[in-house]
C-alpha cells in the first residue's frame, strides 16, 4: 500500500509561485505515476497534472499548462507541483495521488490519494 502526503498549501498572494509537495512512503512508489488534482468550493475535483514514474512523461490540464509544473525526485520519493502566477481561482484543495497507470490520473481516478491540502490565493 502506497501513504502519500501533500504538504506546501496554505495562504498565498495572487501572482505567487508556491510549491505543493507529495510524499510517498510504501509499496514501490517509484513505479508508480503520480499526479495532482483539486477541488475548488462548490465543484468537483478535477486532474491538474501528472508525471510518469521516469518523470519523462507530463499530461497538463489545459486550466495550468504553461503555469505549472509537475516534477518528482524518486530518490525522496516525493513529488512537486510548482505553481506560478497564481490566480485567486486556483483557491482549491489541492491533492496527489499514484497510479500505475498515467491513464488513471487523467481520468481523475488513481489507485491512491493523498489527503489533500488547502490552498488560498488571495487579491
Known amino acids: 500500500q502506497v501513504q502519500l502526503g501533500e504538504s506546501g498549501g496554505g495562504l498565498v498572494q495572487a501572482g505567487g509561485s508556491p510549491r505543493l509537495s507529495c510524499s510517498a512512503s510504501?509499496?514501490?512508489?517509484?513505479?508508480?505515476?503520480m499526479g495532482w488534482f483539486r477541488q475548488a468550493p462548490g465543484k468537483e475535483r478535477r486532474f491538474v497534472a501528472a508525471?510518469?514514474?521516469?518523470?519523462?512523461?507530463?499530461v497538463y490540464a489545459d486550466s495550468v499548462k504553461g503555469r505549472f509544473t509537475i516534477s518528482r525526485d524518486n530518490a525522496k520519493m516525493t513529488g512537486y507541483l510548482q505553481m506560478n502566477s497564481l490566480k485567486t481561482e486556483d483557491t482549491a484543495v489541492y491533492y496527489c495521488?499514484?497510479?500505475?497507470?498515467?491513464?488513471?490520473?487523467?481520468?481523475?481516478?488513481?489507485?491512491?490519494w493523498g489527503q489533500g491540502a488547502q490552498v488560498t490565493v488571495s487579491s
Open positions: 495521488g499514484a497510479d500505475r497507470d498515467i491513464l488513471r490520473l487523467e481520468i481523475n481516478d488513481p489507485e491512491y
Open positions: 510504501g509499496g514501490t512508489i517509484n513505479d508508480y505515476a
Open positions: 508525471i510518469a514514474w521516469s518523470g519523462g512523461k507530463t
